[in-house]
Nanobody, 129 residues
Framework: QVQVVESGGGLVQAGGSLRLSCVAS????????MAWFRQAPGKEREFVSI???????????DYSDSVKGRFTISRDGAKPTVYLQMNDLKPEDTANYYC???????????????????WGQGTQVTVSS
């Protein structure tokens, strides 16, 4: 089994920054794809960012259009630990942020929830205007 734990959420004013952390532990093998999703009240969970493992390459980052240029995902080498640096936060970024993990390459559907095997409990981010 793999356990996924997020941390770093909180309350911040618009324009501020937060850094989320996510650690996967248990039966990990340092080839985990790790991604961030978020869910605002009354809305569906949506893809935010990914550190994607791909055969023969380093981990590949990607972002949703809504956060590109403001959020940066990074990881601790090949370890199943990722960080999401969130800058210039907006009230519309308010949501519960979830970390998800998957062994290997998620393929073309990496923005879909169903491809991920392991999920954390989420960490709340609230951005005040």
């Amino acid at each position: 089994q793999v356990q996924v734990v997020e941390s770093g959420g909180g309350l911040v004013q618009a324009g501020g920054s937060l850094r989320l952390s996510c650690v996967a532990s248990g039966r990990t093998i340092d080839r985990e794809t790790m991604a961030w999703f978020r869910q605002a009240p009354g809305k569906e969970r949506e893809f935010v960012s990914i550190s994607r493992w791909s055969e023969g390459t380093t981990f590949i980052p990607d972002y949703s259009d809504s956060v590109k240029g403001r959020f940066t995902i990074s990881r601790d080498g090949a370890k199943p630990t990722v960080y999401l640096q969130m800058n210039d936060l907006k009230p519309e970024d308010t949501a519960n942020y979830y970390c998800a993990a998957l062994l290997g390459d998620p393929g073309v559907n990496y923005r879909r929830e169903y491809v991920y095997d392991y999920w954390g409990q989420g960490t709340q981010v609230t951005v005040s205007s």
